[in-house]
């Protein structure tokens, strides 16, 4: 039989053997998945649209929903022309955690209504506190719009 010692010496062995692949504070490991938004209105005022994102499914957060605010340059009144200046994101996990994620202005091509750009992870709530990351986002469609992300991601609180 074992006693409290062996035990404590045998579960310390093993967590050092097993330690190294354990997620770390430090470690980029990949972040992809994709989502459906539904645009919602659109502020004049601020050049912004909003979006509600209707369902997806991420790495390390599973089915999400969430909200998208599309940011807008003015590029012509007439004929009336915008191009996308970024975008600020917010996907929520089934258990509420949060990630946040700030895209860039990006290509945008007006004739198929797709853009592709750069995003970059901002943090978030539980355990996405003081995430960090990247990578390149792609949307593609005008009232309904499908989302895909591929990058790292970088958990500061473990």
Known sequence: M???KSLSIAL???LLTVGPGVLRAGDDVPFKGDAV???KYGDLSTLTSYFEITEGNLTHLGAVTGTAEVHWTLVSLDPLVLEPAGADITL???DG????????????DPDTATSTADFVITGGTGRFEGATGGGT???????????SWTGT???KKN
């Open 12 to 14: 310390l062995v093993a």
């Open 97 to 108: 955690d949060e990630l946040y994620l700030e895209h860039d202005a990006g290509e945008w």
């Open 37 to 39: 938004s539904v645009f």
């Open 153 to 155: 991601i970088d958990y």
């Open 137 to 147: 986002a792609t949307a593609s469609g005008s009232g309904t719009v499908s989302n």
């Open 2 to 4: 074992f006693g409290r």
């Open 92 to 94: 929520v996990a089934a």
